[in-house]
């Protein structure tokens, strides 16, 4: 095994790692429940 393949694993490892530990947490209710938010979905 090369140095690339320790290096990008790595990266790869920690990228993944920070993901899933930052995905744990929600944003707050005043933050979720506002009246100004851009709506993603089309209601026709």
Do not use: C, H, P, Y
């Amino acid at each position: 095994m090369g140095w690339n393949e320790i290096i990008f694993g790595g990266l790869i490892v920690i990228g993944l790692g920070a993901f899933f530990f930052f995905g744990r947490f929600r944003a707050g209710k005043t933050q979720r429940d506002r009246s100004d938010k851009i709506r993603w979905w089309r209601k026709s």
